[in-house]
């Protein structure tokens, strides 16, 4: 069934149109009146115990984004179990996973090349790159190569406009980008580039939001590295106060209200609605939890809660521009 027929259905009869007990269910139900949830519903084979478990903690923003992290995209059946063992409609969940620019509803490539085709990126060659990127790879912005291998992309501005074009490759990023280097980038790419000496440059400033209650984490009135800084709410032994973090990433500068020891781990909450940030994965370098928070303009940051550990992630994915 397509997403189409999904929201036909779902707009008149709710989950029992995806419910494998529809048929013998004696659940009372009205006809003017669809079911959103129902402990009885039953959509998929196995244990979806994890899905209600990431929805009460963490919100539907961050439960997508958990399965994304997990899946590489949102895949229907993902999204039909997260509808099954929460409070959220099916609707309401596709809703979400279309509007945001950060999930994708297909599968993506091994690694993920996003071109900035923001206006500084634009009139400095972003298109005759991007160009480059679809000649050379054989698909267009949104498609992923025969192999798996790369999925394209194109999105707005990055925050590096003197810096562009940009190119972001697996939260790896390059400035002044040309078409010539873009086989020695994707070449970077396919060694590995951890391994290929790329270096993250402090450059690329970030606009995030809670990805609990999606309101604003940064802080105008206190700068750091020249930028407004994150705002988060910390914990950690008998210490509980607020968190400054330079909102460029790669870069490590923090202000906090109390001195925290090198390899403390934290507990991280958004100072609005107080809810605890941690996803789902650990940090690969320690093991520590991660930090997730939404990116402005389409994408998920996290970072670790480990005080030393320089682990951080970018995924930029999303919809084409």
Known sequence: MDAAADYEMIKYKGLCALCKNEIQCTFPRSRDKRISHCEEFEGLEGDLS??????????????????????????????????????????????????????????????????????????????????????????KPGETTEDGEFTLETVNCLGACALGPIVVVDGHYFSNVNISTVGKIMEKARLGLDDAGTEDQSVFPVIVRCSHCNHSLMDTRYLIDGFPSIRLTVSFGNNHGWIRLSSLYGSYQIQSQYKIPVDTVVYCFCPHCHTELVASSNCVACQAPMVPMVVQGGGMIQICSRRGCRNHMLDLDGVNL
Do not use: W
Request: aromatic content about 8%; hydrophobic content about 40%; proline content about 3%.
């Open 50 to 139: 994890h899905v209600r478990e990431i929805v009460d903690r963490d919100g539907l923003i961050a439960a997508l984004g958990t399965i994304q992290s997990k899946c590489g995209y949102l895949p229907e059946e993902e999204m039909r179990a997260l509808a099954g063992k929460s409070n959220y409609s099916l609707i309401d969940i596709y809703g979400v996973a279309t509007f945001y620019r950060m999930f994708s509803l297909k599968p993506r490539g091994k690694h993920l090349i996003s071109v900035c085709l923001g206006t500084a990126c634009h009139v400095r060659g972003g298109p005759a790159v991007a160009g480059e990127f679809k000649r050379q790879l054989g698909i």
